[in-house]
């Protein structure tokens, strides 16, 4: 159901940018142009996402159920959008390359949005237990699937090379791995069903999500983080231009490769360790470990890298164990997110599950957003052009380049990742009695709802 949204944070957080800089045709104003585009994207997803949640909230629920009409659309659309960014067209002026820029990243945007899979899998079961077990595998499927995104580069380089056009190469393989994620995905959702999601009330007005808003610390808590734990996607947006420049651009498709591998197996790794090594944390917990765990192999590789140690088995090492740390956050932040929905079932009657996921989404993409505008800050202060035979002819040398690359794939990643589980730790209200409270009351709700509509 899922394997749409994979391909799209794989391409957008690991290949975007790369292919606007180096390989699109845009030239040296490629990265001011994505650096726009990207903020420009986030204050559009303010106003547009809670306006989808919305929609998607009270739409009439269906044969297929409330929310998979929606997954089914936007997988559609996204998979189109996708294949949109990354074959801009070559022969034509700058401006009309920003224009179908625009045009496909508002796509993108929609798309991604209206693909609700949280509220679906809320709906499979109320027990917070259940919905752990049932997202382990799927993960792990998930990333099993990643594996053409994680070998992406080395791949789409290997076609370009026999194209001649590294450019085309890129274009072509987004397409040839996209299209049957898109349908996967698609038969995916629709052997899905729906669960009935209880609610007091099947209209959810603009006071009622002003409301939740107000009184839902949870969602206060988790958006706040959500801003500011970046430490994956900055580790995504930066580590291939670090893995080219510091170890040769010469030796991008095997390092591409590598990283890769490194990607696929600490993700899947984290996700299979996760429920035995987070066994009997609440989900508040179970995040903050995987934060810290984050936070210091990328710590550790900032110091080495300061050192001297620039060696690609030390980088690829530490980095191995940074994403078996985000891969077991996934099982953890995934059913907090699923508790702030019962939160706000609890205060108000309403689970505004559509409202939820469309903050969730907001939150990854600005994450995305920002990790990019970053790593795109960067590259404008070396002034980072590459020419047709590959090399390097920014105004900076190539050390400040690595430099800056450091700060965002390791040093500000770690600090963030520390800081995201002090706020967890400090100002999160579900645990201990009240959250055991809010259970047990949320049990009898279901068994007076199910009573009713007996």
């Not at 629920?61 to 996708?82: D, E, H, S």
Request: with cysteine.
């Amino acid at each position: 159901m899922r394997w749409t949204i994979t391909a799209a944070m794989s391409l957008t957080t690991t290949a975007f940018l790369l292919y606007l800089t180096d390989y699109s045709g845009i030239g040296a104003a490629a990265a001011t142009v994505g650096t726009i585009l990207l903020l420009a994207g986030r204050l559009f997803d303010a106003f547009d996402d809670p306006l989808q949640g919305w929609i998607m909230d009270n739409a009439p629920r269906t044969k297929i159920g409330r929310y998979k009409p929606f997954m089914l659309g936007g997988i559609v659309v996204c998979t189109a959008a996708l294949i949109l960014l990354f074959n801009i067209p070559r022969n034509v002026s700058l401006a009309v390359k920003i224009v179908w820029l625009s045009v496909a990243y508002l796509l993108y945007e929609i798309g991604y949005s209206f693909q609700p899979a949280d509220p679906i899998k809320y709906s499979l079961s109320p027990d917070p237990k259940i919905r752990e077990r049932i997202l382990v595998v799927p993960r792990v499927v998930e990333q099993v699937i990643a594996v053409p995104f994680s070998f992406f580069l080395t791949l789409a380089l290997a076609l370009g090379g026999s194209l001649g056009d590294a450019g085309k190469g890129i274009s072509l393989s987004v397409i040839l791995v996209t299209v049957p994620m898109m349908i996967m995905s698609f038969v995916g959702t629709l052997l899905v069903r729906e669960g009935h999601v209880m609610q007091q009330s099947e209209s959810v007005g603009f006071r009622d999500i002003l409301a939740m808003l107000k009184i839902n610390k949870p969602l206060l808590v988790m958006a706040i983080t959500g801003l500011i734990g970046l430490a994956f996607p900055f580790i995504m947006a930066s580590a291939v231009y670090y893995i080219k420049w510091a170890f040769g651009p010469e030796n991008l498709g095997t390092n591409s490769a590598i990283w890769g591998a490194v990607i696929l197996l600490g993700i899947i790794t984290g996700t299979i360790i996760a429920p035995k090594l987070l066994k009997g944390t609440i989900p508040m917990k179970g995040v903050i470990i995987c934060n810290l765990a984050n936070a210091a192999p990328l710590a550790v590789l900032y110091v080495l890298s300061l050192l001297g140690f620039r060696n690609p088995i030390v980088f690829f090492g530490f980095m191995f164990l940074a994403m078996t740390a985000a891969g077991m956050s996934y099982i953890p932040g995934t059913v907090l997110a699923m508790e702030v929905m019962d939160y706000s079932l609890h205060r108000t009657g309403k689970g505004m599950q559509g409202i939820i996921q469309a903050i969730r989404n907001f939150l990854e993409k600005t994450q995305s957003a920002m990790s990019s505008t970053v790593t795109g800050a960067v590259l404008i202060a070396v002034g980072y052009v590459v020419n047709d035979a590959g090399d390097y002819v920014g105004t900076a040398p190539v050390e400040s380049l690595l430099s800056g690359l450091l700060l965002v794939c390791m040093l500000i990643p770690a600090i963030l990742s520390v800081l995201s589980a002090g706020i967890y730790h400090f100002f999160y209200p579900l645990k201990g009695a009240v959250r055991d409270q809010m259970y047990a009351q949320l049990g009898e709700f279901r068994e007076q709802s199910l009573r009713e509509s007996v």
